[in-house]
C-alpha cells in the first residue's frame, strides 16, 4: 500500500513517515531484551517453545536470544557454585545486604545527585533495554549539560557491552552539525561502561512541523538536512538502521530550527554482510540517547 493521498503542508510528512516505515524493524534490541527476560525466568524445557513463538521465524534473533541466554546460564552457574574446597556462604542479612550493592537486573545503579566521573545526574530522561540515559552536569573543565548513557544493572554481558561500544565508536566517527556528539567516556565504579553526548532539548521531528504549522517547504527543507546527516554517516561507513522520527529531534538555535539525528544503537559497519567481513553490530536500545 502506497502513502496516504494527501496535499498541503501535511503532505511531506506524511511521506516522511512513509518512507521511514519502509526500514525493517525486526530484531530490534528493545525486542530481543523483552524475550531474553522472558526466556530467563522459564525452565530449560519450556524455552525451545516459547523462543519459537516470540522469535516469529526471525533466525537472526533468536540467534541472538540464545546467545544471551547462554551468558545469562554460565554467569549462573559460574556465582552459584563454589570452587572446590571452599564452603558456600549463606545470604547476607538485610542489614548487610542493604550496605552491599543492591538491585535487580535490569534496575537503575545511579538516582539524581550521584556523580559518574566527572558528572553529577540530575535526572533520568530516556530508558531502553540495556541502557539509562541521563541529564547530567559536567563540571569541569567547561560547565555543561550533557546527557550520558550507561548500561543497566545487570545488564553488562560481552554482547551487550560489544553492542554498547560499537554505537559510541559509531558516534565518535561523526562530525556534522545534525548529528549529536560524543564527548567522553569512562567506566563507572562498578566497571560499567558509559559515555557522554550532546544534549539535545528538542521534540520528534513530526511533532516539530505540527506545532510549528510548517509549509511543506519548511518540512521538506528539514527533511534534507537530514538527508545530509545520513548522507554523512554513510560516507563514514556506518548504516543508521533505525530512522524514524523518534529518533531524529528538532531544537532550535538563534530562532533556526535544526533537526538533529539521534540513537545510532541499530547502526553497523557498511560491509557486514559480505562474507569474511565481521564486525560487531552497532546496537543499543531505542530511546536511551540524548533527548
Given at each position: 500500500?502506497?502513502?496516504p493521498?494527501?496535499?498541503?503542508?501535511?503532505l511531506?510528512?506524511?511521506a516522511?513517515?512513509?518512507?521511514?516505515?519502509?526500514?525493517?524493524?525486526?530484531?530490534?534490541?528493545?525486542?530481543?531484551?523483552?524475550i531474553?527476560?522472558?526466556?530467563?525466568?522459564l525452565?530449560?524445557?519450556e524455552?525451545?517453545g516459547?523462543l519459537?513463538?516470540?522469535?516469529?521465524g526471525?533466525p537472526?534473533?533468536?540467534?541472538?536470544?540464545?546467545?544471551?541466554?547462554?551468558e545469562h546460564?554460565?554467569g549462573?552457574d559460574?556465582?552459584?557454585?563454589?570452587?572446590?574446597?571452599?564452603?558456600?556462604?549463606?545470604?547476607?542479612?538485610a542489614?548487610?545486604a542493604s550496605?552491599?550493592?543492591?538491585?535487580?537486573a535490569g534496575?537503575?545503579?545511579?538516582k539524581a545527585?550521584?556523580?559518574?566521573g566527572?558528572?553529577?545526574?540530575?535526572?533520568?530522561?530516556?530508558?531502553?533495554?540495556?541502557?539509562?540515559?541521563?541529564?547530567?552536569?559536567q563540571?569541569?573543565?567547561?560547565?555543561?549539560r550533557?546527557?550520558?548513557?550507561?548500561i543497566?544493572?545487570?545488564?553488562d554481558t560481552?554482547?551487550v557491552?560489544?553492542?554498547?561500544e560499537?554505537?559510541?565508536?559509531?558516534?565518535?566517527l561523526?562530525?556534522?552539525?545534525?548529528i549529536a556528539k560524543?564527548?567522553d567516556?569512562?567506566?563507572?565504579?562498578?566497571?560499567?561502561?558509559?559515555?557522554?553526548?550532546?544534549?539535545?532539548?528538542?521534540?520528534?521531528?513530526?511533532?516539530?512541523?505540527?506545532?510549528?504549522?510548517l509549509?511543506?517547504r519548511q518540512?521538506?527543507?528539514?527533511?534534507?538536512?537530514v538527508c545530509?546527516?545520513?548522507?554523512?554517516?554513510?560516507?563514514?561507513?556506518?548504516?543508521?538502521?533505525?530512522?524514524?522520527?523518534?529518533?531524529?529531534?528538532?531544537?532550535?538555535?538563534?530562532?533556526v530550527?535544526?533537526?538533529?539525528v539521534?540513537?545510532?544503537?541499530?547502526?553497523r559497519?557498511?560491509?557486514d554482510?559480505?562474507?569474511?567481513?565481521?564486525?560487531?553490530?552497532r546496537h543499543?536500545?531505542?530511546?536511551?540517547a540524548?533527548?
Amino acid at each position: 500500500m502506497g502513502p496516504p493521498i494527501v496535499s498541503g503542508p501535511r503532505l511531506a510528512v506524511y511521506a516522511f513517515e512513509y518512507i521511514l516505515s519502509l526500514s525493517p524493524m525486526n530484531g530490534s534490541p528493545d525486542r530481543e531484551v523483552e524475550i531474553f527476560n522472558a526466556a530467563r525466568q522459564l525452565p530449560p524445557s519450556e524455552r525451545v517453545g516459547y523462543l519459537e513463538a516470540a522469535c516469529d521465524g526471525d533466525p537472526a534473533l533468536r540467534r541472538s536470544v540464545e546467545e544471551l541466554l547462554q551468558e545469562h546460564d554460565a554467569g549462573s552457574d559460574f556465582l552459584q557454585t563454589p570452587a572446590p574446597g571452599v564452603q558456600r556462604l549463606e545470604p547476607p542479612s538485610a542489614a548487610g545486604a542493604s550496605a552491599a550493592h543492591t538491585g535487580t537486573a535490569g534496575s537503575p545503579a545511579e538516582k539524581a545527585g550521584d556523580r559518574i566521573g566527572r558528572y553529577r545526574l540530575l535526572q533520568q530522561i530516556g530508558e531502553g533495554g540495556c541502557g539509562i540515559v541521563y541529564m547530567a552536569e559536567q563540571e569541569e573543565p567547561v560547565r555543561r549539560r550533557v546527557a550520558l548513557k550507561v548500561i543497566k544493572l545487570g545488564m553488562d554481558t560481552k554482547q551487550v557491552i560489544a553492542r554498547f561500544e560499537a554505537e559510541r565508536q559509531a558516534l565518535a566517527l561523526m562530525d556534522h552539525p545534525n548529528i549529536a556528539k560524543v564527548f567522553d567516556a569512562g567506566t563507572t565504579n562498578t566497571g560499567r561502561p558509559y559515555f557522554v553526548m550532546e544534549l539535545v532539548r528538542g521534540i520528534k521531528i513530526t511533532d516539530f512541523c505540527d506545532q510549528h504549522s510548517l509549509s511543506t517547504r519548511q518540512r521538506l527543507d528539514l527533511f534534507v538536512e537530514v538527508c545530509r546527516a545520513i548522507q554523512h554517516a554513510h560516507q563514514k561507513g556506518v548504516i543508521h538502521r533505525d530512522i524514524k522520527p523518534s529518533n531524529i529531534l528538532v531544537t532550535v538555535n538563534d530562532g533556526v530550527a535544526v533537526p538533529k539525528v539521534i540513537d545510532f544503537h541499530e547502526s553497523r559497519a557498511n560491509g557486514d554482510d559480505q562474507p569474511g567481513h565481521r564486525h560487531p553490530q552497532r546496537h543499543l536500545q531505542s530511546g536511551c540517547a540524548a533527548l
